[in-house]
């Protein structure tokens, strides 16, 4: 069986890198489709990146310019979110080669390479594909993650919230047609919580088509507990100091909840049962807004997951503030690390995280109560290591994951 995976850029933390790596070590020949790969990946043969002509080039600017002229002026005063038309992508006479060797096609987020019209001609050609919606795009009407409150997904979408529009045949409704038009019930879906499963069921693009929660792959032979003293040392940390480990690929995103982060932090530095608290942050974050009365260590954007494995064991906790989640790949880091996670109550966390258990689930945007989940975290922490470890090489080893698609695999194949 060959499987092809579908996603516009790749890293090797990107979760249909680490599926790929997954399948490769229960026997299946797979390969990963491409836009864009990282520096780290440059001599993985797995990995056919696209190459970029001037035509396709050209291709690119003119649906981004289309885009602009009816969306950006269009909806100038929209609230601040991801929005994505997906009609941008590559011409299918660029892939058709590459897709017609498959068996199976696996698309993950592929947007700007996949669009409506070559999903068309993938589905046309006869081709089984699966899709992974690692968020809520496939199906609404344009938005990654939508306002709470709304379920316009589940009819045709229009007088979206986000966009502050009043028109029920607006841009979303629009899309949702598109949509309707290009997708088909043959598509099996995988959503990786039990909370996007339960949206994708509900959704009017998806109640009639198969839909199984499968998690993302872990390594957990390279996410391990590891002796937190010696880490600390090598990083000249006290071994006394409370850490709090905070980050994100971009936490100027809406969907962060960066504010939420500001907050319990003042909140922090004012409770006098946390004394000698550091802050370590990673990936793109403002640091010099972080309340001053609070040490900080920033470590920037780390590729190599090695040094995230040590980030992690040298933390106490890993915050969580997050408005809008799918299965946050930090949580399955952190916890396979022996590291607990404080979160909000938000998407697929519980998943993951039983309360007061292995972790702390506050209420909705309660800082108050998240605050207590921080220090909860801290006092129980070393208690429970080995066992967040253990759970998480039930939930989502590498083994476990490649088993579970190779049947959803074999059974559409």
Known sequence: MKVLQISFSVSPSTSCVRLKEALKGQGVDVKILTMHASNALVNDHDIIVIKKTI????????????????????????????????????????????IAEADVVHIHWALMLINYRNLKEILRDKKNVIWTAHDCWPFTGGCHHFDAGCDAYKYNCGKCPLLLSNNSRDITNLIMKAKRKAFSSNIVMIGPSRWISERMKESSL????????????????????KDRRSIREKHGIDANQKVIMVGAYSMASPYKGYSYFLEILKKLSMNSNLDKLLVITFGNIDDTEIYDGIETKHFGYIENEDKMVELYNLADVFLLTSVNENLPTVVMESMACGTPVATFDVGGVRDMVDHKKDGYVARKFDVEDLVEGIKWCIENGNSIRSDMHMKMEKYCAYDIVAKKHIELYESVK
């Open 206 to 225: 998806f109640c009639n088509s198969m839909v199984q929660t499968i998690p993302n792959a872990l390594n957990c032979e390279k996410y391990l507990v």
């Open 55 to 98: 035509w396709t080039k050209v291709y690119k600017r003119i649906c981004e310019t289309i885009w602009k002229v009816i969306f950006d002026r269009k909806y100038q005063q929209r609230k601040p979110s991801i929005f994505d038309g997906g009609y941008d992508g590559i011409q299918y006479r660029y892939i058709k080669n590459i």
